[in-house]
């Protein structure tokens, strides 16, 4: 499958690498680290077994990545207002766009811009971060769920999921993709926006009461915020004693990708994981108080807001 | 009037040269720049006049102060566990105890050790911070509401606020202590802790849309907090707005003194300001979602948390 990576960071080219393995044609968008790559090659550490490329199809430009079947878009949604320029040249009739991005709203930007009937959507579980150039160090799981935009399970949804899971991706396709999207959510909300406001990584805020505390509240509001949008069936209170397990086993000294974007003076993506939620959410008359809190907590450290 | 100044940081040093300036025999209990002090003396600035107190009288110990007429409590509250002990030596028959520290729970800590009927509190609305050693630099405000433990107007809580006026604060006693502690609360609690946690003061917060709301909200569930213990009048909801204006017109740039105490590495006074008004709420049905997460996001940065 001709494959075209849009947003190729640490989860974008992590995913976009294992499917070159696996022996599809995969081309990324290069910004950062262009010549390193495209020069040298890619080297992905990982418990589970690192591995090197040595040809990466990189491109500077997206008008000179030809049209593919499918593009993968792992781009940072603070740059989402380049994203449909960005992706265009790329779309063919047939060709379907998978976003991997956090948070909500991606489907629905590209659902504007291409048609929701080609757009899915995926949620990545997955502890991933560059390191020195042309090297991707994938820490912890690593898991996508996917589903049409437009709901249901599709022939199309099921082989994508195929595919990841040849690729070594363990991969679900499902009918719900909002429910998952929400599910993730339960997890962002509160670890990215903690860990960068209070440059502490998961494990230390579960082993401050008061903040462990918090933690479980936060993650009720957004369970509770999911609930209202009338999903196929309710995220149950267990998924949160889910998340805190998980996290405590896997992802406890895991920096978050929004701490680590506050650490490098990046803008963070408050508006995919924070303000679109709430918007979602009182519109259905969930009010996350906390999460409007944290919010606020973050947005007063961003350079825009200065 | 013979008075012992019991934790003489910024607000004890200050209150208290400005009686023996008018007059009073006045005793400092001193721990930091005791030498300072005692050699040289007190240098209060202030935008109302500064001046020069050469002779001060110094105790590194309160059992060699003697008994006096008033003490002043100026204490940090996170010291409190200290408090009975250092007052103790003071406290003779008709000896009254005036305690002007931050919070909720000093008077009563005060009254289990020597009895409610000889304890007053007071609130100060003050913005003042120590400079090198020896130097009180008085910023803003300065006025102090006082009333007794007991509650109700008493001819010793007006002969106080008399002696406090003819040293130039401007003083008044009231009826209903526990209302003038809430509503000190209404500022104390948003500003002093997000000022801390963000690192930034005042003015920051409230030119910052998301904040500034956020400031709102958490007064407003200080006033619902307040309300709920059935004070003799309800605080009103103008007054958010009057501390609102109160605030950007003369303490925008200043810091107030939980921030200080972060940013020179002091505990906070978490359960004077914080866990103890969160009780206090808790028990009457008031919920203050918004304090509870700005306590469980201080406490994470304790030394003791750690």
Same sequence: chains 1, 2.
């Avoid at 390193?36 to 090659?41: A, E, F, K, M, P």
């Avoid at 040595?54 to 781009?75: C, H, P, Q």
């Avoid at 009338?230 to 889910?242: A, C, D, K």
Wanted: aromatic fraction near 6%; charged fraction near 20%; glycine fraction near 12%.
């Amino acid at each position: 499958m001709k494959i075209g990576v849009i947003g190729a960071g640490a989860v974008g080219l992590y995913y976009g690498s294992l499917l070159q393995r696996a022996g599809h044609d995969v081309r990324f968008l290069l910004r950062r680290d262009y010549d390193v790559i495209t020069g040298s090659g890619l080297t992905v550490n990982s418990p589970r077994g690192g591995f090197h490329l040595e040809k990466i199809l990189g491109f500077r430009d997206s008008n000179d990545m030809g049209t593919v079947d499918l593009v993968l878009v792992a781009l940072k949604a603070f740059a989402n207002h380049l994203l449909a320029e960005m992706v265009r040249p790329l779309v063919a009739d047939h060709t379907a766009l998978l976003t991997i991005q956090n948070g909500l709203g991606n489907e629905e930007l590209l659902a504007e811009a291409f048609g929701g009937d080609r757009v899915l959507g995926g949620v990545a579980m997955i502890g991933v971060n560059r390191g020195e150039p042309g090297v991707v160090n994938h820490m912890a799981l690593g898991s996508i769920r996917l589903g049409e935009f437009n709901g249901g399970l599709s022939p199309r949804s099921d082989q994508l999921a195929a595919m990841f899971n040849a690729a070594g991706v363990t991969c679900e396709a499902v009918a719900d993709l909002r429910k998952v999207r929400w599910e993730k959510l339960v997890w962002n909300i509160p670890f990215n926006g903690l860990c960068a406001l209070t440059n502490q990584m998961p494990g230390r805020l579960l082993a401050n009461p008061a903040t462990r505390s918090l933690v479980a509240e936060i993650m009720d509001e957004v369970i509770a915020g999911g609930n209202a949008q009338g999903l196929s069936e309710p995220i149950s209170g267990e998924y949160r004693e889910e998340m805190l397990a998980s996290t405590a086993r896997h992802t406890s000294d895991y920096r978050p990708s929004m701490m680590l974007d506050r650490l490098e003076g990046r803008p963070l993506e408050l508006e995919a994981i924070y303000r679109i939620p709430l918007r979602y959410a009182a519109r259905q008359g969930a009010a996350m108080v906390r999460v409007g809190m944290l919010h606020a907590l973050l947005d007063l450290g961003e350079p825009a807001s200065k």
